[in-house]
């Protein structure tokens, strides 16, 4: 697969050129493109966004509200569907990957005209995503942010709707963490309320991804919210939760368990295998279950494992790897099985040694087993 990074390169910086100077005939495209493309091919995915996003600030008028004109006019006409893979340059104007670049100069240009930034921010997320950009605005302007994200709860682009749960995540991937909202997720609660039953699907997703940042922090706060949107939910609403308590189902908390009917202990018996017993890393090993129900009645179980890694200093630690949601019928006998990949990766490194992993269903430890993992 072709690297990110390589979606911003010297023709994407071309194309705006051309579509700048379109809309303003005093841009200095020339200059333009050799800031941007000066260097760029060395430089990584988020440091390509900053220097392109540095030459638009070089190069677009020094008033912001008249630079911002300038970027909106050069955008593409908003889609009326989520199709991701449409988002991109035409000749109707700017779409997809550049506009990443363009968010960027409106956070580190716009902080003194809010107003406007988050304006300029709502016409591009339609071509792209804002949902950076709008967060240095949170920190800095937090209640005029916030009264604005409840505007555009009821737009009626589902890009916008997106950016108000995804904007305001405490824990967004690869953007500023919003502390504020770690510390106290209620601010946004009501944006995600009006939001769980979008029409939707990309929006609803988002929104199970921001329960799930809130639940990292506020276990209690997802646990309620379960107790009272789970009741009488449609399919789309239990999976929009579903999705949305994956962290601490991961971690059997006990009441989110019991909120989406998975609070029982298994009724049966459970085995665990490891083949083989000992691995390389690079390898993979199997992880194999025989569920055995002694139940007269069907039993609904979430099936996870638990594996304790060797850390540098000789102790372990605990890393839950999602495994399986069953439903087992009355004295039924189930195999599963699935491959866990030893290879290593940035986010966790493998040592050596012996790593213990415990069968977990419905969040109780219910088998264990081990393997060697040599170097």
Do not use: C
């Amino acid at each position: 697969m072709e690297p990110f990074k390589n979606r911003i390169d010297a023709a994407l910086v071309r194309a705006a050129a051309s579509h700048l100077r379109r809309v303003h005939r005093a841009f200095p495209h020339e200059r333009f493109v050799r800031l941007a493309t000066d260097g760029l091919a060395a430089l990584e995915l988020k440091a390509r966004v900053q220097h392109v996003a540095a030459a638009f600030a070089a190069t677009l008028p020094g008033s912001f509200a008249a630079a911002a004109d300038v970027l909106e006019a050069s955008l593409a006409p908003a889609r009326a569907d989520t199709d991701l893979g449409a988002l991109r340059v035409g000749d109707d104007g700017l779409a997809g990957w550049i506009v990443w670049p363009m968010t960027d100069f409106v956070a580190t240009n716009g902080l003194s005209d809010p107003r406007r930034a988050l304006r300029a921010l709502h016409a591009m997320t339609q071509r792209f995503t804002a949902e950076y950009a709008v967060r240095p605005f949170f920190v800095e302007h937090e209640a005029l942010v916030l009264a604005t994200l409840r505007e555009w709860v009821g737009d009626p682009s589902a890009h916008v709707r997106r950016l108000v749960s995804e904007g305001s995540r405490p824990r967004l991937p690869w953007g500023l963490q919003l502390r504020s909202l770690i510390a106290d997720p209620s601010p946004t609660l009501p944006l995600l309320e009006a939001l769980q039953d979008d029409p939707s699907e990309y929006v609803r997703r988002s929104v199970a991804n921001h329960l799930n940042d809130i639940a990292k922090d506020h276990a209690d706060v997802v646990g309620a919210w379960l107790e009272r949107h789970l009741p009488g939910a449609s399919p789309q609403r239990r999976a929009m939760l579903g999705h949305a308590s994956r962290t601490l189902v991961k971690r059997g908390d006990p009441r989110v368990l019991r909120a989406l009917g998975l609070g029982q202990p298994l009724r049966g018996s459970a085995s665990l295998v490891l083949r083989p017993s000992t691995a390389r890393i690079g390898d993979s090993v199997a992880v194999v279950v025989v569920l055995r129900s002694t139940a007269r009645t069907a039993q609904s179980l979430v099936v996870d494992y638990r594996v304790h890694h060797v850390l540098a200093s000789g102790s372990t630690g605990a890393k839950v790897w999602k495994g399986w949601r069953v439903d087992l019928a009355p004295h039924e006998k189930r195999e599963l099985s699935k491959k866990h990949s030893l290879r290593q990766v940035t986010t966790r490194r493998l040592r050596a040694g012996r790593h213990a992993v415990d069968l977990l269903v419905n969040g109780k430890v219910v088998a264990r087993a081990a393997f060697v993992l040599r170097a």
